[in-house]
T-cell receptor
């Protein structure tokens, strides 16, 4: 079974631009969570989607948004990029609506650099 | 609110020596605990998890962890470290209910293995 895939793997943008990252979960997984990883803040939860509905949201500004499609693929969008948005964005999928009820499987991440 | 503390930012051990990585958590109910490993530029790989039952859990790559409710700890151990174990290790706590799918991670411990 294929793992979680994230595209693109690397991205360079400039301040003020917007970006869309994509995540394809493991086949059959309906929950997709997004995390931001930075050296200063560590791993921080962004949001979780299950069956096209946002179930949980972390403490990030409204510039960060996401959605999930009927095939469980998910996208996250960051508008008006800031230098501080440079990070590794990780996607994780799970079989249930709660990652804690079933283990989360992580993708390799998208490395976003904002110049 | 749930939280995870990994007291050791960086640990260095010699190859073949034993390893213990510390993790303390704060959570109001029965915690769901995980250890992940991350190699440079990669996503997170689950080493082991604790949901309930036997407090000593076995994971992949020869790792084990012991859940101690009285100490709010979930320390990761390995009897003999291999050079390939050099990586960053994250302890995480999951949750039920409205916070399901939202794991909280510690800041990580970087393991260096000396030859």
């Amino acid at each position: 079974k294929a793992g979680v895939t994230q595209t693109p793997r690397y991205l360079i943008k400039t301040r003020g631009q917007q970006v869309t990252l994509s995540c394809s979960p493991i086949s059959g997984h309906r929950s997709v969570s997004w995390y931001q990883q930075t050296p200063g803040q560590g791993l921080q939860f962004l949001f979780e989607y299950f069956s096209e509905t946002q179930r949980n949201k972390g403490n990030f500004p409204g510039r960060f948004s996401g959605r999930q499609f009927s095939n469980s693929r998910s996208e996250m969008n960051v508008s008006t990029l800031e230098l501080g948005d440079s990070a590794l964005y990780l996607c994780a999928s799970s079989t249930t609506s709660g990652g804690a009820l079933g283990e989360q499987f992580f993708g390799p991440g998208t490395r976003l650099t904002v110049l | 609110a749930q939280s995870v503390t990994q007291p050791d930012i960086h640990i260095t051990v010699s190859e073949g020596a034993s390893l213990e990585l510390r993790c303390n958590y704060s959570y109001g109910a029965t915690p769901y605990l995980f250890w992940y490993v991350q190699s440079p530029g990669q996503g997170l790989q689950l080493l082991l998890k604790y949901f309930s039952g036997d407090t000593l859990v076995q994971g992949i790559k020869g790792f084990e962890a012991e859940f101690k409710r009285s100490q709010s700890s979930f320390n990761l151990r390995k009897p003999s470290v291999h050079w390939s174990d050099a990586a960053e290790y994250f302890c995480a706590v999951g949750a039920w209910g409205t916070n399901a799918g939202k794991s909280t991670f510690g800041d990580g411990t970087t393991l260096t293995v000396k030859p």
